[in-house]
Antibody, heavy 118, light 106 residues
Framework: QVTLKESGPGILQPSQTLSLTCTFS??????????VGWIRQPSGKGLEWLAN???????YYNPSLKNRLTISKDTSNNQAFLKITNVDTADTATYYC??????????WGQGVMVTVSS | EIVLTQSPTTTAASPGEKVTITCLASSSVSNMYWYQQKSGASPKLLIY???SLASGVPDRFSGSGSGTSYSLTINTMEAEDAATYYCQQWSSNPLTFGSGTKLEIK
């Protein structure tokens, strides 16, 4: 049974760094072909892909935020991480992590709400 | 960046009615993926590789298309199908989603 769960700070101030953790079970990020992606969704709006990381430590970022994003993983503890630097109110959203096999996301976490406010 | 344009933006269907949602890509893509998102829930994969049904998805859902034009069809609308539907591609970076189609039940 594949499950993923996101965790984060809930609220943070502009210019701070957002650190998100995805803790998963039912698969391993050391298995060939496995990946984890991060996607966000502002309230009432659509989905925006942020980054993904693969079993071989390959990483891809959305160029629109690339300079602010860092994705990493801890294979032994079944976790993936995303950091977003210099956050702004536009970064207020629900953040999802999802398992990626190939080009699609077949299992999603429940999402974690992040609010950026002074 | 490949832009995915979905139509319609919103629509409503009666139970038993056939529904088709279209996704047009700004450049040719090799495959399209479709997700269903119900209110307050995470997205759920419906269709992968253009026309393959994800595990547990009812067979009233189907996908088709090629090149720059793809579609998701619900053969007979059911009340539980009321949701927002998104298309997605990763033929080229960045991975992009369509802006969504909200489907309501009449």
């Amino acid at each position: 049974q594949v499950t993923l769960k996101e965790s984060g700070p809930g609220i943070l101030q502009p210019s701070q760094t957002l650190s998100l953790t995805c803790t998963f079970s039912g698969f391993s990020l050391s298995t060939y072909g496995m990946g984890v992606g991060w996607i966000r969704q502002p309230s009432g709006k659509g989905l925006e892909w942020l980054a993904n990381i693969w079993w071989d430590d390959d990483k891809y970022y959305n160029p629109s935020l690339k300079n602010r994003l860092t994705i990493s993983k801890d294979t032994s503890n079944n976790q993936a991480f995303l950091k977003i630097t210099n956050v702004d109110t536009a970064d207020t959203a629900t953040y999802y992590c999802a398992r990626q096999t190939g080009s699609s996301f077949d299992y999603w976490g429940q999402g974690v709400m992040v609010t950026v406010s002074s | 960046e490949i832009v995915l344009t979905q139509s319609p933006t919103t629509t409503a269907a009666s139970p038993g009615e056939k529904v088709t949602i279209t996704c047009l890509a700004s450049s040719s893509v090799s495959n399209m993926y479709w997700y269903q998102q119900k209110s307050g829930a995470s997205p759920k994969l419906l269709i992968y590789s253009t026309s393959s049904l994800a595990s547990g998805v009812p067979d009233r859902f189907s996908g088709s298309g090629s090149g720059t034009s793809y579609s998701l069809t619900i053969n007979t609308m059911e009340a539980e199908d009321a949701a927002t539907y998104y298309c997605q591609q990763w033929s080229s970076n960045p991975l992009t989603f369509g802006s969504g189609t909200k489907l309501e039940i009449k």
